[in-house]
């Protein structure tokens, strides 16, 4: 049975206490948000010309990037190698990477000097291909618009049939369904072209994030420095799509009164340990190769978050997934999977602005409380419109019960 006979809109009450709290975050948040726009970076965060950089790049950018591989890594599970066991686990996992790019660009606004100039990679006039910005960044908005384009089957499922506009608008009733059979019609042949260019254009940019500090070398801690950071960074957002999208199953399932779905959780974590163990050999390796073993007992800041986010938080995971025990208990196999996301989301921190050291930097980079205070407003903004979105469309497998009905 595909996924699309076997999902449906989820029937909840909306406005619980944790919802309420959500909104209490993100108009504080956004409050911020505004405030920077109107009176600049200066007003807000505790970036400097020497820490250009700081907790919006390294959270709200570089991990929402990595973080919303979940993705491409199912649809590439699912999709390219056919494995139809997997199906259910497509949409909630495409619904959180086409929400956490949107807000990737959100951040990024929020980041940039003159944000009103964030439009000017859509023109030709002023690209320049040699910036690994660029590339970035135009890798981002084709992917952005490949994510809306296979969400779109979902909108068209829940409203083929059912357009009903109120009064003098139900004159576009039938001209809005005849689109969405349209739509739906044309992108079932072609869904395979863009299944395979989001792959192929997240494995880029993914991997171009790392990239960014490679030009860097006597401004990065050695343990965090190396020719390979693309191949690190595209590694460990692999690794960490299938705990994401774990995490994410989990969430769902405890918010919305479901049984968390093991019979497909269990299987898809057998995959982590390969793809984490590949990520592990990689940086040991280069970690040995280079010589900079030696930096991992002098006891500073960067080492120990090396310590932490390499050695607790990506090796013990790796461990505790070769278990079948583990990855069959929901409790220990969503406390992997968390470790897992933690551990990448303290890894890209470290790199954009604690490995980070200029040298004529006046005092260290520490986040102001409006950095902090827009960051979760924006997670909270993203967790709160995937609630509307999984309330009114077919994103969450059916109930049983309901399965059986239909």
């Known amino acids: 049975m595909s996924s699309r006979e076997n999902a449906a809109p989820v029937k909840i009450r909306f406005f619980t206490t944790g919802v309420k709290v ?16 109107v009176f600049g970076l200066g007003s807000t965060t505790n970036l400097t010309d020497q820490y250009p950089w700081g907790l919006w ?21 699912a999709h390219i190698f056919h494995r139809e066991h997997f199906h259910a686990i497509v949409r909630p996992a495409l619904l959180t990477a086409m929400l956490g790019y949107t807000f990737v660009g959100i951040g990024l606004m929020f980041d940039l000097g003159r944000w009103y100039n964030i439009w000017h990679p859509m023109l030709p006039m002023m690209w320049q291909g040699n910036s690994v910005l660029f590339e970035v960044g135009m890798c981002v908005m084709v992917y952005l618009t490949v994510l809306y384009i296979e969400f779109l089957p979902v909108v068209t499922e829940r409203f083929i049939g059912k357009v009903n506009l109120p009064g003098m608008l139900s004159f576009f009733n039938k001209p809005i369904d005849r689109l969405l059979t349209f739509l739906d019609n044309i992108l079932g042949k072609v869904m395979f072209v863009f299944v395979i260019a989001g792959v192929v254009l997240s494995c880029l940019h993914q991997s171009s994030l790392g990239t960014l500090m490679v030009i860097s070398p006597y401004k990065m801690h050695p ?35 479901h049984k968390s779905e093991m019979h497909i959780l269990t299987p898809l974590a057998k995959f982590i340990p390969y793809l984490l163990g590949i990520y592990i050999v990689l940086k040991i390796g280069d970690m040995i190769y280079r010589g900079t073993y030696v930096y991992l007992f002098e006891g500073s800041i960067q080492s120990r978050m090396f310590w932490l986010e390499f050695g607790t938080l990506t090796v013990v995971p790796f461990l505790m997934l070769l278990s079948s025990r583990v990855r069959s208990s929901a409790g220990w196999l969503f406390s992997a999977a968390t470790m897992c996301i933690f551990g990448v989301l303290l890894n890209r921190c470290t790199v954009f602005f604690i490995a980070y050291r200029p040298p004529f930097a006046e005092k260290a980079y520490f986040p102001a409380i409006g950095e902090f205070a827009l960051t979760i407003g924006l997670i909270a903004t993203l967790m709160l419109i995937y609630r509307v979105f999984v309330s009114i469309l077919p994103v969450m497998p059916a109930p049983e019960k309901e399965a059986v009905r239909e």
Request: glycine letters at 12%; proline letters at 3%.
């Open 22 to 37: 959500l909104i209490a975050f993100m108009i504080t948040g956004l409050s911020f948000g505004l405030y920077r726009m």
């Open 57 to 77: 790049i390294g959270v709200d950018v570089a991990s929402g990037v990595a973080l919303a591989a979940g993705g491409f890594t199912s649809a590439f599970l």
């Open 223 to 257: 343990l965090y420095w190396s020719l390979l950071s693309p191949l690190f960074f595209l590694a460990s957002a692999i690794a960490v799509g299938y705990p994401m999208v774990i995490f994410e199953s989990m969430i769902a399932s405890k918010s919305f009164g």
